[in-house]
């Protein structure tokens, strides 16, 4: 890559975890990314609204992120008023950077969805699309889940190594992280038994909840 990259990872962060901020560092490491952009989504399309607000959940990423100075957060997505979409937020981002290279950051689950997000064969055209995948979890694996179009692409666009990226956008990189089985849904059903999610959270978010009251039961808003 010519200029340092950014890379760019959404989620609902109902809460982040460390499976969230793992896959971020090892890409960042992986990829020689400059930064990593944290952005929690606003109202998501593909799934139930989140369980907490978008001000918690942006305060969480914060907090988990503090003290890294490659990870940042961006409020934009839960600024923005109605559905929030990957397309319009890398559309933003690319006319703010220039021809920076863009790489946006997944794991494998999430790739799996891509057809029914919003203008998906066009992200392409915006990022570099970087599948983060379980040692040991064959490709073979992940081109089976994939439907037909997106199976087609997978394909075309396929990279070789990072540092030979032809351009800004549109390569499909694929690297292996550290497997770290954690969900936010897990955290959730922990906290609103009453049971303790230490260690697969930062202590700082955990204390977050616990002082803002979070997730005890379905009005923890
Ligand atoms: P939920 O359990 O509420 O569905 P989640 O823990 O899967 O949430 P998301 O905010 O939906 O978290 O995930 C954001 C991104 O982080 C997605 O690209 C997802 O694939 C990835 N991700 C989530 N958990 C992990 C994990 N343990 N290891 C690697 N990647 C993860």
Redesign the pocket.
Known sequence: MTLPALGV??????PI?F??L??AQELADALGLARVRFIPTGTPPH?DAPTVSGTHRLQMVRTAIAGNPLFEADDREIRREGISYTYDTLSELREQLGKRPLCL??????FTTLTTWHRWQELFDLAHVVI?HRPGFRLQELQAALPAPLHKIYLQRLAGAPGRLPANAGAIITRE?T????????I?ALLAQGFSPRYLAPDAVLEYIAHNHLYKDSDAR
């Open positions: 990872l959404g989620g609902t962060f109902d975890h499976g969230h793992r896959l799934r950051l997944m794991g494998a689950d999430a983060a992280i497997a770290l089985d954690i969900s936010a849904t897990r959730r």
